[in-house]
């Protein structure tokens, strides 16, 4: 059965809101899911997946520090050719889904969806259905 792990960090819940979202896309699916905070995560958590999410706000142009530094970590593991996708909520620019699916895709060479789903807040109220639909497109490359 194919697994994923869905990780995130959130400061007001949007992203988070976002992630539970995604699981459900992804379990409707059959996908077998993980949802994690990025502090609660081992790198080796990531090892026995065939597709991993990150989601992420945007604060100052720039991702949450605790992404920054898991991404870092994310390097000991061979995560070439698995997928990747990005997501996270932001209120005007929203850099930080798209730095995550770069790195995903330049450094750690991941077959990445582009682009990543990207949301201001009030759409995340409303928008439990557009985060299932992204869960279920990781869940097509994998299933
Ligand atoms: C101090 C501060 C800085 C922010 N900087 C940005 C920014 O540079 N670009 C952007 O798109 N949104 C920015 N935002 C908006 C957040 O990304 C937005 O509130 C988002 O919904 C937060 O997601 P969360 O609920 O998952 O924490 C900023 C918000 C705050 C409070």
Redesign the pocket.
């Known amino acids: 059965m194919a697994k994923a792990i869905v990780i ?11 992630a539970k979202a995604i699981v459900a896309g992804l379990k409707e699916e059959g996908v077998t899911v993980e949802l994690k905070k990025v502090l609660s995560t081992e790198v080796e958590d990531l090892k026995d997946m065939d597709a991993v999410a990150l ?8 991702m ?1 520090g605790t992404m920054k530094t898991f991404l870092f970590k994310m390097k000991k593991v061979d995560l070439k050719g698995k997928v990747g996708a990005a997501f ?9 889904v798209e730095m995550m699916s770069d790195t995903m895709k330049h450094i750690f060479e991941m077959d990445a969806i582009e682009p990543g789903l990207k ?3 009030t759409e ?1 109220v409303t928008g439990e259905k557009e985060c299932k639909e992204f869960g279920k497109k990781i869940a097509a490359k994998i299933t």
């Open positions: 995130y960090e959130t400061t007001y819940g949007y992203t988070e809101t976002m989601g992420c706000p945007t604060f100052h142009h720039d949450i996270g909520a932001y209120g005007w620019s929203g850099e930080s949301m201001k807040g995340v």
